[in-house]
């Protein structure tokens, strides 16, 4: 059965430091999103992703963040200088339209130090 | 931003109890989806939910869409200990970004 595939699983990096997050949606999904949860708090919707571009993002979504999907196959969340307040697991899910439902992937957690 | 409020919390209860998990709104919502996730995973959908007043089976789980789209519930029939995990419901707002309630814990003992 096809997954949405993250890596990597865990990323552990300094207060600063730039972290890349990679996603591997379902083959066949057009649309594409970030999701975080930080420890013991609900998950968050970061930003959504079509035809190259953000469809919506949220107020968590700032300047420090960018999205990317640099091939055909992987979606990257960027974080340029990262926080402490950005510890937290992020996942990527995709769906086949605005209309179907999201399959997530397992998540990756970042650790900032 | 829409809320979702799940209720209860926290859940424990005996191998083969019923319990219903409630997940509610004031507003309305395109489609509501419930999810499981496990401690240091991500979320698995179990169902997706879309026209008012629609009843989903999945074996022992019965999910319902309130006629006004605006709540949700999930009934589970004679729980077992496999059951046991964090359920989450999801109302997808206009553009499909969903809005997470904040879980409801079940723990079912043997």
């Known amino acids: 059965e096809p997954e949405v595939t993250q890596t990597p699983s865990h990323q552990v990096t300094q207060m600063g430091q730039e972290v890349i997050l990679r996603c591997v949606p379902i083959?066949?999904?057009?649309?594409f999103y970030w999701y975080r949860q930080i420890l013991g708090q609900k998950v968050e919707f970061l930003v959504s992703?079509?035809?190259?571009?953000?469809?919506?993002k949220s107020e968590i979504f700032d300047d420090q963040f960018s999205v990317e999907r640099p091939d055909g196959s992987n979606f990257t969340l960027k974080i340029r200088s990262t926080k402490l307040e950005d510890s937290a697991m992020y996942f990527c899910a995709s769906s086949e339209s605005t209309l179907n439902e999201q399959f997530f992937g397992p998540g990756t957690r970042l650790t900032v130090l | 931003t829409q809320l979702l409020e799940q209720s209860p919390q926290f859940l424990s209860i005996q191998e083969g109890e019923n319990l219903t998990v409630y997940c509610n709104s004031s507003?309305?919502?395109?489609?509501l989806q419930w999810y499981r996730q496990e401690p240091g995973e991500g979320p698995v959908l179990l169902v997706t939910?879309?026209?008012?007043?629609e009843v989903k089976k999945l074996k022992r789980l019965t999910f319902q869409f309130g006629d006004a789209r605006k709540d949700s519930s999930l009934h589970i029939t004679a729980a077992q200990p496999g059951d046991t995990g964090l359920y989450l419901c999801a109302g997808a707002e206009e553009g499909n970004k969903l809005v997470f309630g904040a879980g409801t814990i079940l723990r079912v003992k043997s």
């Open positions: 939910v879309v026209t008012g007043g």
């Open positions: 507003s309305v919502f395109s489609s």
């Open positions: 992703f079509y035809n190259n571009e953000i469809s919506e």
């Open positions: 083959s066949n999904h057009l649309y």
